[in-house]
């Protein structure tokens, strides 16, 4: 059983690298998908509560935001690892400007993202912080 926090701007490759390598054992919990944070607490107390491993798939710029999810899990005892994918913001605005329709964001709400971006750290109540880079094979490298 373990929390996963994913913390990086829009088009930092963080809905992939789920796919990539927590697809087949941890639920996604993403705002984009269940719209209000009412609901990503109750999916996220569920998965507690069934000690069901979890992604939390959103933006997570601010510590602020952050200690929500740290809090919850701190309290069911249960691991909280948190994954930065560390971009350029050039980079960022290129992959997101390539998404199609209603998940291109607009390049001011990408470069407010990256303007605000809080790294983690352990003071915040990680157990593990892994540096996540797209290299220019379009790898993920994890550090």
Known sequence: MEAVIFIGVQG?????FYRERFFDTHIRISLDMLRTR???????????LARQPFVVD??????????VYIAM??????????YFFRTELREALRRNAARAGKQAIPAGG?????KRLQPPAREEGFDEIHTVVLNTAGEFEVS
């Open 12 to 16: 930092s490759g963080k809905t992939t």
């Open 73 to 82: 899990a701190k309290e069911a005892r249960c691991p909280v690892i948190a």
């Open 58 to 67: 959103n933006t997570n710029a601010l510590a602020s935001q952050r200690a």
């Open 38 to 48: 009412a609901r990503e607490q109750i999916l996220v107390r569920a998965c507690l």
């Open 110 to 114: 990408v470069i407010g993202t990256f």
